[in-house]
């Protein structure tokens, strides 16, 4: 495992944040699993013009996830000793904290809550992208959609998600 240098793994969330960003809005949730770049180029040579040989860590989209619960389609992946952690880029939707008392309380009723705020006039979408490593280590990447009134933003903090990184990292468990 490349050492664990402040910085990295926010900086890979970052460069999957602008590697989805690039294909615009509107896009179904994406995987990425996150390999040692020197393994990757030691194993794939012909890769050595299109990586950053500098990087200690890449990430490798993965084939589309299923159209099931989120949480499910999680909780059944299982990483190779090879990937070194993963990373999920997904649109959300984003409401103020006063606003959260328009939801319902109801913890099982996720549906109904995620209709409200998609409907609430203080909505915000945005692309969260939540990064883990194996040793536990977690970045997340928040870009809010700019509009016609409000200028587009990134927040970075890795406590952002935390029911997200809790399951990125249960699908790194041996």
């Excluded at 020197?38 to 990586?51: H, K």
């Amino acid at each position: 495992m490349p050492d664990n240098q402040p910085g990295l793994l926010p900086a890979v969330a970052r460069e999957v944040d602008e590697f989805v960003a690039s294909a615009g809005w509107d896009q179904a949730p994406q995987l990425f699993a996150l390999v040692s770049t020197a393994e990757l180029l030691n194993q794939q040579p012909e890769l050595a013009d299109q990586l950053d040989a500098s990087a200690a860590l890449t990430p490798v989209a993965q084939d589309s996830l299923p159209d099931t619960d989120l949480a499910e389609a999680l909780a059944g992946i299982e990483w190779p000793d090879a990937v070194l952690g993963c990373a999920l880029a997904q649109e959300i939707v984003v409401l103020p904290p006063d606003a959260e008392a328009d939801l319902p309380q109801d913890e099982h009723d996720d549906e109904a809550a995620r209709q409200v705020a998609a409907e609430h006039p203080q909505r915000r979408e945005a692309r969260l992208v939540a990064a883990v490593l194996r040793d536990g280590t977690a970045a997340c990447v928040l870009r809010l959609r700019g509009d016609t009134e409000r200028p587009e933003e990134i927040h970075e903090h890795p406590e952002l998600a935390p029911n997200l990184t809790d399951a990125l990292l249960e699908t790194l468990r041996p």
